[in-house]
């Protein structure tokens, strides 16, 4: 069992940038991902990193603002995001991926944290 702990979220403003995190309270032996879920919309994926960190995947919505790293010897994954938006305001979930299909989908990761809310004001 892998647990995940978020952290890093906070209320900020627009065009200010947040270092969100997660801790796993095991090996790093998995591919990882960044959710997030805004009120009434589903969760999307937005950004994923292979478990050695040679493989990044970002989402249209978040590329060139944001970067996620990976420090397997802290078992912690990282999200930078740069220029904020209030669109970008949602609970982001960090997740281990556990599947064979796409790393894009949330129904492909084994394991989730409880969240952490990222609220961008204008």
């Known amino acids: 069992q892998v647990q995940l702990v978020e952290s890093g979220g906070g209320l900020v403003q627009a065009g200010d940038s947040l270092r969100l995190s997660c801790a796993a309270n095991g090996r790093a032996i998995y591919d990882m991902g960044w959710f997030r879920q805004a009120p009434g919309k589903e969760r999307e994926i937005v950004a994923a990193i292979s478990w050695s960190g040679d493989r990044l995947y970002y989402s249209d919505s978040v590329k060139g603002r944001s970067t996620i790293s990976r420090d397997n010897a802290k078992n912690t994954v990282y999200l930078q995001m740069n220029s904020l938006k209030p669109e970008d305001t949602a609970v982001y979930y960090c997740?281990?991926?556990?599947?064979?299909?796409?790393?894009?989908?949330?129904?492909?990761?084994?394991?989730w944290g409880q969240g952490t809310q990222v609220t961008v004001s204008s």
């Open positions: 997740a281990a991926y556990g599947g064979y299909g796409s790393r894009e989908e949330p129904r492909e990761y084994r394991y």
